[in-house]
């Protein structure tokens, strides 16, 4: 299946704003039907600083309709790290990044699990298992297969997310059948932008994997990366394609500026423009669950829980190659601003936290895990290892979790 996708809002030739944007009356609008405009996107983009809570709260009405007060927890479980053949300039596993990464091949299916598991002890109602590289092998999909079929046995109540990348007739049909939930491929960028981010494939060969993945009947899941130099013209061009796209869920990743990749030392982004992003999302696709993703700690900072006004979703712990912040952190956090754990809605998500800690205070020491890489030149290292510690300036490396002796952070 091959979508078009079309490159722009709405435009309305005689709507231009000359005066600050409404965006309670604009919110109200969109609870009612209207399909935001090219200039209404742009207006929301341009958002002045002592404005933009205002804007959150108007966007937050609709999040509180569609999602009341619970936040979807996800948890990621990285398959496969590194020795990409890709070379997309924000990823810290592309071809050539000399990024001091965690390398592993593919985890073995029990130790996949085993990741998984600590995670949905965490409150993740959904698991994502995501591999590196362009595609996967027929091989690799009943690899991931089997990994699916055995979270469903232990966990037949959670949803399970692949991410395997540009997928080959007939692979997504037998993840589907596995008992996969639902695909995860992000468009990432605007079209216009795509050339001058990756050169090794196409903005139109990661829409048709999503098509391939609606066509099995996987959820369909796909979103963004902010941060890399576009236009807000183009960011407005990159959240048209999403909406018109009809995925189920956008997570919105903030660059992290790997060093060893074309993108270190590439900061656009502040807290109140992670705000503005995720408004602009928010009221372009309202019913959609919205994610904040990647990077989050470092942009959103302070304003982490603020941006649960406008997105009901979120990644627990640590994302594939660096560390996130801690996982009865972001628990605390949803519970301290008043929200409930999907799934969960009986249980604070203090308590949730609480659980985590006294099993972390208990847990035995993890055995070895196979494929362990030696990015550090030490082995897999503790948290004390160069790059780890708490999150600065720059992403702090994933030290810890799959691949690793450590325990992860969730």
């Known amino acids: 299946m091959t979508l078009g996708i ?22 109200a609008r969109v609870e009612a039907g209207h399909r935001i ?11 002045p600083d002592e404005r933009t809570l205002e804007l ?29 053949p890709e070379d997309c300039t924000y990823c810290s596993q592309r071809l050539g990044s000399k990024a001091e990464i965690l390398k592993y091949s593919w985890l073995k299916p029990d130790e996949a699990v085993h990741q998984a598991g600590l995670g949905i002890a965490g409150g993740a109602s959904r698991v994502c298992m995501v ?15 089997t990994m699916i079929g055995q979270i469903k046995d232990e966990h037949p109540e959670i949803e399970v997310c692949a991410c395997l990348g540009i997928l080959k007739e007939g692979q997504a049909e037998r993840l589907a059948a596995a008992g996969t939930d639902a695909y995860n491929h992000n468009l990432n960028t605007a079209e216009s932008l795509y050339p001058e981010i990756c050169s090794t494939h196409t903005f139109q060969e990661r ?8 066509d099995a009947g996987l959820s369909p899941c796909s979103g963004l990366i902010v941060g890399m130099g576009e236009t807000p ?41 992670c705000l503005r992003i995720l408004a602009l999302v928010r009221l372009a696709a309202p019913a959609t669950e919205l994610r904040m993703a990647g990077g989050r700690e470092m942009h959103l900072r302070s304003m982490q829980s603020t941006a649960l006004a406008v997105a009901n979703s979120l990644f627990l712990g ?25 799934g969960q809605e009986d249980i604070d998500p203090a308590e949730l936290a609480a659980r985590i800690r006294h099993r972390a205070d208990e847990a035995p020491a993890r ?15 503790s948290a004390s290892s160069r790059g780890c510690g708490p999150m600065g300036a720059e992403p702090v490396l994933r030290r810890r979790g799959a691949g690793t002796q450590e325990n992860p952070n969730a």
């Open 6 to 27: 079309a490159t722009n809002l709405e435009e309305s030739p005689a709507e231009t704003f000359t005066e600050p944007l409404d965006a309670r009356a604009l919110a």
């Open 37 to 47: 405009t090219e200039s209404e996107a742009l207006a929301i983009l341009g958002t």
């Open 56 to 84: 959150v709260a108007a966007a937050g009405t609709l999040r509180r309709k569609h999602f009341g007060n619970t936040v979807k927890v996800n948890y990621l479980v990285n398959l496969k790290s590194g020795l990409c």
């Open 131 to 145: 591999a590196s590289g362009k595609g996967p092998s027929d091989r690799d999909v009943d690899r991931v297969a």
């Open 207 to 214: 829409v048709d994997t999503v098509g391939q993945a609606k």
């Open 233 to 273: 013209e183009q960011l407005v061009e990159a959240v048209s394609a999403l909406r018109d796209l009809d995925a189920d869920s956008i997570p919105v990743n903030f660059l992290m500026p790997f060093d060893g990749t074309p993108l270190a030392g590439t900061w656009h982004l502040t807290p109140m423009a």
């Open 318 to 342: 640590d994302y594939l190659t660096s560390e996130g912040q801690d996982a009865r952190r972001d628990l605390e956090m949803i519970s301290d601003a008043g929200y409930l754990v999907l």
């Open 367 to 381: 055995p070895e895990a196979p494929g362990c890489g030696t990015a550090c030149g030490s082995g897999c290292g």
